[in-house]
């Protein structure tokens, strides 16, 4: 598996870390001679009207520091065309499909759609084809929204994300232009059920559950008492069947922020009720929190020192046991809650570990004899 | 917790009874940091002009200078670069409205206009470019809604948000555009969970929320983070391996190395992670015949992996590499030149 994806500075241009778990383009791209046609649209290569025409060879410039090596292998699947048209003259250049060249001429694409007045269904088959093909690429999405856009169409939009989401559902490109083509042109029906049957084939989708967050957000809200009541209840059950699942752990603790875990009714005997079935370092934490939001409101519902202890007790189980790799961030919840709400002297609250003369001991030292 | 480890199928595995998504480290991966390879490496990478993945990659060619010479310079290896052409490189990829393009030919656009001042950052020849010209062109890509355009096509991403204070910082030019609408967007960015995704209502990312700590870090507005809960998120992403991934129920990367840990720093909670199994980690990804990172274990390396895995490695205080900023990811003393110390939060 390579690794080199279409990134750039410190900033990658495709983050996608899926990238990396299946063929990069750029070290893997396999020039296969593609079939001509590809969901309908044909390649210009492979039209007849165009047959006559001779490749133009690609002129890089006297002296290029970086010159394109059009390999033998590059031209056996790219063709170059000059193209006359009455007094313009244009290149039609490289049509190929490799997203990676898709980058370098989208500029030529988008100012030829523009310039020739070209018919933008072919356009939109033309990117369906490229975006199945390299999915991960952020200028094919954003090609595609543009013609959307021109054309002010979005029917196939849902469809379409659809199927490239029944390929890989956690695609983030394909996410963020559902996303954008649900509200720029309203299209929030079905949604809802469109996520539940994703989290249904994989629980620990977490763009599904950014999604429902979206969706609901957008749509009813979630001041609606019922509404909230119905997601909590849902994403419980979801819990139930992978208590290991950090993004409905999230989702239940996004969704409560306003309210406060601790005052929702009945919430924490449903998690405690869970603790003997579901044992996971994010119900734990999840108490951690609902503790801690129970001690921060003052909430007369709770014994405060009795909550506290608990807290801390968790905190150490956590640290100690259920989630050592975070021990620094336990560490730092436990001397937190200890400061705020202990009646003992004040422990180091800063975020930084407690100075190397405190009775805290890196786990990697060895105590002496 | 390895001997919990029990293979279910590739790369999900069960600890504990549940499945993980996780690698698992051979005992034989390297584990000493092999600087000298990965100077080999960077240097002789792109030296062969006409191989097959460098030419393919260059529509990001100004971006992948920046990646070489960065490592470079965290080793001490700069001076084996080839500093004149690299600037002569430069000087061709300015457009006349200012911006830099990738490579000769290529058409500008904020991604490469940043790699390129990182660059002459680092050279100390900012004034080769117009510099009056790459300010307008950046200003010319702010949004009425405070977002940034990556170019003239209008793609709004908050990594374009970042590229632009990044590239004015290095300048000294922030003062040139509208700085309260561009944290207004950056902020519209937050997800409940803390996070921060592309655009408003994406999914959280670490690679996002690099973008958007380094922006806020930049403009003076880190106390609009929730550094606790931002904090806790990030080093969820810390799996068994010690590896870290970019975003819940992913495989780690060693790119991510780069992405979370910098935005720990950045936010000051960086020892909430656990920096001896990372280390380990990021010291497996390297190859020890051709030199370089991968993004995991037994993968193929790039210059990309490399830098962000040297870098992580300097993050986490390894002294045989050059202290590397964590906003800019650039070498510190690069930064104290220009005179540039942004906000961390302790």
């Known amino acids: 598996m390579s690794s080199v994806e279409e990134i750039s500075n410190p900033v990658a241009e495709n983050l996608e870390e899926d990238g990396v778990e299946e063929e990069n383009t750029v070290e893997e791209a396999e020039m296969e001679y593609e079939e001509p046609v590809k969901g309908g ?12 025409l001779e490749p133009v060879p690609q002129d890089d410039g006297p002296n290029p520091v970086v010159k394109i090596a059009y390999s033998e292998k590059c ?11 009455g007094t313009k003259s244009v290149q039609v250049t490289c049509i190929l499909h490799e997203s990676v060249v898709f980058d370098v001429c989208r500029h030529y694409r988008r100012v030829l759609l523009q310039a020739l007045d070209k018919d933008l269904r072919e356009e939109m088959k033309y990117i369906t084809a490229i975006i199945e093909d390299q999915p991960k690429n952020y200028q094919v999405w954003h090609h595609r929204r543009m013609v959307v856009e021109w054309l002010n169409d979005p029917s196939e939009e849902l469809q379409f994300v659809a199927e490239i989401l029944s390929q890989d559902a956690k695609n983030y490109h394909a996410w963020q232009h559902r996303q954008w083509v649900m509200q720029e042109y309203k299209l929030w029906d079905g949604e809802l059920e469109y996520v539940e049957e994703l989290l249904e084939e994989d629980v620990r989708n977490n763009s599904a559950w950014n999604q429902r967050h979206f969706v609901i957000s957008h749509t009813s809200g979630y001041s609606d008492s019922a509404i909230l009541e119905r997601e909590v209840q849902y994403t419980l059950k979801q819990i139930k069947k992978a208590p290991h699942n950090e993004s409905a752990w999230n989702y239940l603790n996004g969704i409560l922020q306003d309210g406060g875990l601790s005052s929702y009714p009945g919430l924490l005997e449903q998690v405690t009720e869970l603790q003997d079935t579901c044992s996971s370092p994010y119900l734990t934490a999840f108490l951690v929190d609902l503790y801690e939001d129970a001690l921060e409101t003052n909430s007369s519902s709770y014994d405060q020192q ?4 608990k807290a801390l007790e968790l905190c150490k189980l956590l640290a100690e046991e259920k989630d050592t790799i975070r021990r620094e961030y336990w560490n730092y919840v436990s001397r937190s809650l200890q400061n705020t709400y202990g009646s003992g002297d004040p ?12 009775s805290q001991q890196p786990d990697t030292e060895p105590s002496d004899p | 917790s390895l001997s919990l480890l029990a293979e279910s199928d590739d790369n999900n595995f069960i600890l504990q009874g549940t499945q993980v998504k996780d690698v698992i480290i051979k005992p034989d991966a390297p584990n000493t940091l092999l600087l000298d390879k990965h100077a080999d490496y960077i240097a002789a990478y792109g030296s062969k002009k006409d191989d097959y993945e460098y030419t393919l990659s260059e529509y990001l060619r100004m971006s992948g200078i920046y990646w070489g010479l960065t490592v470079m310079d965290l080793m001490g290896q700069l001076s084996r670069m080839n500093r004149e052409e690299i600037i002569e490189f430069i000087k061709s990829c300015q457009h006349d409205c200012g911006g830099i393009s990738a490579s000769i030919g290529h058409d500008p656009h904020l991604l490469y206009t940043l790699s390129a001042v990182q660059i002459l950052s680092l050279y100390d020849s900012i004034n080769v470019i117009d510099v009056e010209k790459v300010v307008d062109y950046v200003k010319g890509l702010q949004q009425e809604d405070g977002s940034f355009a990556g170019d003239k096509w209008g793609e709004i991403d908050t990594r374009f948000s970042f590229c632009a204070v990044a590239t004015l910082a290095l300048l000294g030019k922030l003062d040139e555009i509208n700085m309260d609408k561009a944290v207004e967007f950056v902020l519209s960015c937050m997800n409940f969970d803390g996070g921060f995704g592309c655009r408003p209502d994406s999914e959280s990312h670490a690679g996002q929320i690099y973008c958007c700590t380094g922006f806020l870090s930049i403009t003076g507005q880190l106390h609009k983070v929730n550094a606790d809960l931002l904090g806790w998120w990030l080093c969820e992403r810390q799996l068994p391996s010690g590896g870290l991934n970019g975003r819940p129920e992913k495989l780690p990367d060693v790119c991510y190395s780069w992405w979370v840990l910098a935005s720990l720093k950045i936010i000051g909670r960086i020892h909430w992670i656990d920096k001896a199994k990372l280390r380990s980690f990021i010291l497996a990804c390297q190859d020890e015949e051709t030199g370089g990172f991968a993004d995991r274990p037994g993968d193929m390396v790039d210059p990309f992996h490399t830098l962000f895995g040297v870098a992580g490695l300097s993050l986490l205080g390894d002294e045989q590499i050059k202290p590397v900023n964590p906003v800019f990811c650039m070498p510190e003393d690069v930064l104290q030149r220009v005179g540039l110390q942004p906000d961390l939060l302790s």
């Open chain 1, 41 to 52: 649209y044909i390649f210009y290569r492979d039209r007849k009207e165009w047959a006559d």
């Open chain 1, 75 to 85: 031209n056996k699947s790219s063709d170059c065309f000059g193209l006359q048209k």
């Open chain 1, 306 to 309: 009795e909550t506290l202890n």
């Open chain 1, 347 to 358: 422990v180091a609250s800063s975020s930084d570990p407690p100075p190397p003369s405190s």
